[in-house]
């Protein structure tokens, strides 16, 4: 099992261009969500899905979207990138909605 | 909105001294977990806890869940470096739309 895999590990972008971050579980989790980190706030919430086809806003959810057209995949699309976006980004999956996370190995993303 | 306090934020000690984090909140949660970072990884689950009064032991740490279920503390005695990293707690929230809130993470780095 290769757990919660990321793509890309690191990026940089100019602000106003478009980017995807890959995600990938193969452990059947039904629930996913995609988290941002930043110095001293923790883990915040952008989006997540409770399965195939369902998805919802987190706690920060502007400037992201997200698609769930597969139970494994759970792409993160920010539309048109600014410096307040510059963070670590971290997939995660789980069985349910408060139940252990797996997380992957995050992306960190720095838009200049 | 719920939220959950972690302390100290940042924490430096001596190898072989023994150490406390909190994590606190004025909300009732229906479990607690507690994960560990390390510098370019994801968080990895130490230990949930879901009773009130419920105390979980892991090697040298302890883990404590408030009898209210607001609060929860971390305690590894005989600390060794390799106990340095990143400590985050996380509360589920009940019912079929909760979710996990982070705490903003407890610094800890434990010097030979």
């Known amino acids: 099992n290769a757990g919660v895999t990321q793509t890309p590990k690191f990026q940089v972008l100019k602000t106003g261009q478009s980017m995807t971050l890959q995600c990938a579980q193969d452990?059947?989790?039904?629930?996913m969500s995609w988290y941002r980190q930043d110095p001293g706030m923790g883990l915040r919430l952008i989006h997540y899905s409770v399965g195939a086809g369902i998805t919802d806003q987190g706690e920060v959810p502007n400037g992201y979207n997200v698609s769930r057209s597969t139970t494994e995949d759970f792409p993160l699309r920010l539309l048109s990138a600014a410096p307040s976006q510059t963070s670590v980004y971290f997939c995660?999956?789980?069985?349910?909605?408060?139940?252990?996370?797996?997380f992957g190995p995050g992306t960190r993303l720095t838009v200049t | 909105t719920q939220l959950l306090e972690q302390s100290p934020q940042f924490l430096s000690i001596q190898e072989g001294e023994n150490l406390t984090v909190y994590c606190n909140s004025s909300s009732v949660f229906s479990s607690l977990q507690w994960y560990r970072q390390e510098p370019g990884e994801g968080p990895v689950l130490l230990v949930t806890?879901?009773?009130?009064?419920e105390v979980k032991k892991l090697k040298r740490l302890t883990f404590q869940f408030g009898d209210a279920r607001k609060d929860s503390s971390l305690h590894i005695t005989a600390a060794q470096t390799g106990d340095t990293g990143l400590y985050l707690c996380a509360g589920g929230s009940s019912g079929n739309t909760g979710k996990l809130i982070f705490g903003q993470g407890t610094t800890l780095q434990v010097k030979p």
């Open positions: 452990m059947n989790h039904e629930y």
């Open positions: 806890v879901v009773t009130g009064g």
């Open positions: 995660a999956s789980s069985r349910s909605h408060v139940g252990e996370q797996y």
